[in-house]
């Protein structure tokens, strides 16, 4: 679990999965940059029971408020095999949580664990 001035960042849970897809299946609520892919719940519960989506070069924590409200997700996955860099994506969830700071604290906690914490030398930002 991270823990940052306003939130929350932690581990996935099986009580999360069905607010998760749901969420995940909401192609309208993604905004004008979240790639808008969906994969069958069975697939994403298949992903869950396999690695609770966490593993060394991957990962997916929600963001959560004070009071364990979900808010949103963060993801990292490693861009390719050769080069020890990761990309992050991240998807604020409702139009209320957005612009308030919330994924800008979820960036700044998750790069702080993979490339200070966990001594990572290398960092790649991108702006698209």
């Known amino acids: ?3 940052g001035e306003t939130i929350v ?3 996935i849970r099986e009580a999360d999965l069905e607010f998760l897809w749901a969420r995940h299946a909401d192609v309208d609520d993604r905004g004008p940059y979240f ?3 969906v994969i069958p719940k069975s697939k ?3 992903l869950f029971g396999e690695s609770g989506f966490w593993s060394e070069n991957e990962g ?3 963001i959560t408020d004070k009071e364990d409200a979900i808010l949103g997700h963060i993801e990292f996955f490693q861009t390719v095999k050769y080069l020890d860099e990761f990309e992050l994506s991240y998807q604020i ?3 209320q949580n957005r612009g308030r700071g919330v ?3 979820a960036v700044r906690l998750m790069t702080h664990h993979l490339f200070e914490r966990s001594r990572r030398n290398r960092i790649r930002l ?3």
Do not use: C, D, H, N
């Open 1 to 3: 679990m991270l823990k």
């Open 9 to 11: 960042l932690r581990l």
């Open 35 to 37: 790639p808008i892919g």
């Open 44 to 46: 994403f519960q298949r």
């Open 60 to 62: 997916m924590l929600v």
């Open 93 to 95: 969830y409702g139009s």
């Open 103 to 105: 994924a800008t604290e």
């Open 126 to 128: 991108e702006w698209r």
